[in-house]
């Protein structure tokens, strides 16, 4: 779609009133992958959080709040420094599914019962602070539940990092999947 757009533009459904989750800026325009025809509207649904401006992941942020994906700790912060907890991405891949994540005795309890019933994670620790394995063998379960190619390319190879013996077995398939999307690169020092 062609438009002046930034990373606070979203596409929304004219019909249904829903936010195209498959939207974004490109230099062009707002790029959007639909599963049918439909009338569309763009909207600036950017939030405008103080400890968010001039920061590093300013962009991500809009993006990921203009599409409902992440709330703000408040109406005017985000804590972007903050440690992203298990019950964070439970809800925030719920909402990139199209659930409903409203309502529950606790804030993330919607998330975290379609994350379970996906066979996105298994709901235990919710409150934890997410490790890199575990933020990618979640990644990788919810493209295996969307029906997503997760094969391994055969130049990925997680063995060069210098700590990749302190992966779990359990998460080894998974971390070589999103290193080979480029999803989870290595830090200083070869690790």
Do not use: C
């Amino acid at each position: 779609v062609p438009a002046d757009v930034n990373y606070g533009m979203v596409a929304v459904n004219a019909k249904t009133g829903e936010i195209v989750k498959l939207s974004f800026p490109t230099e062009g325009g707002l790029a959007v992958k639909l599963d049918s025809s439909a009338d569309l509207i763009l909207m600036d649904n950017a939030k405008d959080f103080a400890d968010a401006s001039g920061h590093w992941a300013q962009d991500g942020i809009d993006f990921a709040t203009a599409h409902e994906l992440f709330s703000g700790t408040s109406a005017t912060t985000f804590a972007p420094d903050s440690p992203m907890t298990r019950a964070m991405l439970m809800t925030v891949l719920a909402r990139q599914a199209g659930e409903d994540t409203t309502g529950g005795s606790v804030w993330y309890e919607k998330g975290m019962e379609w994350a379970k019933t996906a066979g996105v994670s298994d709901g235990t620790n919710p409150g934890g602070a997410i490790t890199r394995e575990q933020l990618a063998a979640m990644l990788y379960r919810y493209a295996q539940s969307r029906g997503d190619d997760v094969s391994i390319g055969a130049d990925t190879n997680i063995l060069s990092y210098n700590d990749a013996q302190e992966i779990s077995e359990w998460a080894i398939p998974a971390m070589q999947w999103a290193a080979g999307e480029g999803i989870i690169t290595g830090k200083t020092g070869g690790l």
